[in-house]
């Protein structure tokens, strides 16, 4: 079926440096959405996106939706500790459209931050 | 406003034991999910219901049932528990109607880790 490939799955950075996750679809996707998973917490939805080549930020996070809509971008920008949690891209290819809103949730990013 | 409230947060089954997750929202949302939560395997969607009344099959729905009587409510069932049944549940609702707007954003309960020995 349908897969939302996610890299990396894990990084680790110093405080203060930047962090990049990547989403890769195989097939064109009518939009993307970013959800944040704190430990132990539940994911909570950060930003979608829905043009091609749209780009938006939120203070230190840059998203980013590629030209052809099968790849999609977060970058923080100088990390803390409170980044600190598991990313995960959502898709809704454009078959899963109409009435059901369905969600592919790619395998997630988790992010560790050393202070 | 509580948003999406899952009940229990913590169980432990033994193999074979049937169990109800119950997700209640009260954002009057039209849609629901169940996912399940594996370590690697991010979020894989059980079942949804797009509306008080319906329910239809999602990635993973061998051994579970659900039931959406009420528009408020969902419940997950696991009619006879197994060891591969141990995750974390989570429920989520959305207002949802095609389109990109605002209605697509899912909203998730804090989940129910469930342990089956």
């Known amino acids: 079926g349908q897969q939302v490939m996610q890299i990396p799955q894990y990084q680790h950075v110093q405080e203060g440096e930047d962090f990049t996750t990547y989403c890769n679809s195989s097939?064109?996707?009518?939009?993307i959405q970013w959800y944040k998973q704190r430990p132990g917490g539940h994911p909570v939805f950060l930003i979608q996106l829905v043009k091609s080549g749209e780009v938006k930020k939120q203070k230190r996070l840059t998203f980013q939706f590629g030209e052809a809509k099968k790849n999609s971008s977060l970058h923080i920008t100088a990390t803390q500790t409170t980044d600190v949690g598991t990313y995960f891209c959502a898709a809704r290819p454009p078959f899963y459209g109409g009435a059901t809103n369905k969600l592919i949730f790619g395998t997630g990013t988790l992010l560790a931050v050393q202070p | 406003n509580a948003g999406v409230t899952q009940t229990p947060k913590f169980r432990v089954l033994k193999t074979g034991q049937s169990m109800t997750l119950l997700c209640a929202q009260d954002m009057n949302h039209e849609y629901m999910y169940w996912y399940r939560q594996d370590p690697g395997m991010g979020l894989r969607l059980i079942h949804y219901?797009?509306?008080?009344?319906?329910?239809a099959k999602g990635e993973v729905p061998d051994g579970y049932n659900v039931s959406r009587l009420k528009k408020q409510n969902f419940l997950l069932g696991l009619e006879s528990a197994a060891p591969s049944q141990t995750s974390v549940y989570f429920c989520?609702?959305?207002?949802?109607?095609?389109?990109?707007?605002?209605?697509?954003?899912?909203?998730f309960g804090a989940g129910t880790r469930l342990s089956v020995l």
């Open positions: 219901s797009v509306g008080e009344g319906t329910t």
């Open positions: 097939t064109t996707l009518s939009n």
């Open positions: 989520a609702s959305s207002a949802g109607t095609s389109g990109v707007g605002a209605k697509n954003i899912q909203y």
